[in-house]
């Protein structure tokens, strides 16, 4: 199933704008429809953003016009652009792949997960 990597989070203050990445291993992104959850201390994970491997994208209504999930198939990589960044956006971000050809809400119907990258935002 190959390996996803997130990178990217760190510490930005409120108004900040922050790219995370996810890089796979062993599987060709380009085939693949990838997701963006996240987690916030105490909450469960949610769908933050997807893009299919048409390229054909999808949102949460939170970072509805304010974030965007692209891809570099050369690279093997997709990113998630995070502009205007809120308190409330502070969780741990992952990445995650299916083979399926539409975008998911559902953590069940991606096969395989990167470990996570950490995004705070000071008030």
């Known amino acids: 199933q190959g390996q996803l990597v997130e990178s990217g989070g760190g510490l930005v203050q409120t108004g900040d704008s922050l790219r995370i990445s996810c890089l796979a291993s062993?599987?060709?992104?380009?085939?693949?429809?990838v997701g963006w959850f996240r987690q916030a201390p105490g909450k469960a994970r949610e769908f933050v953003a997807g893009?299919?491997?048409?390229?054909?994208?999808f949102y949460a209504d939170a970072v509805k016009g304010r974030f965007t999930v692209s891809r570099d198939n050369a690279k093997n990589m997709v990113y998630l652009q995070m502009n205007s960044l809120r308190p409330e956006d502070t969780a741990d971000y992952y990445c995650?792949?299916?083979?399926?050809?539409?975008?998911?809400?559902?953590?069940?119907?991606?096969?395989?997960w990167g470990q996570g990258t950490q995004v705070t935002v000071s008030s």
């Open positions: 893009i299919a491997w048409s390229s054909w994208t």
């Open positions: 062993g599987r060709t992104l380009s085939s693949h429809t």
């Open positions: 995650a792949a299916t083979r399926g050809a539409v975008v998911s809400l559902q953590e069940d119907d991606y096969d395989s």
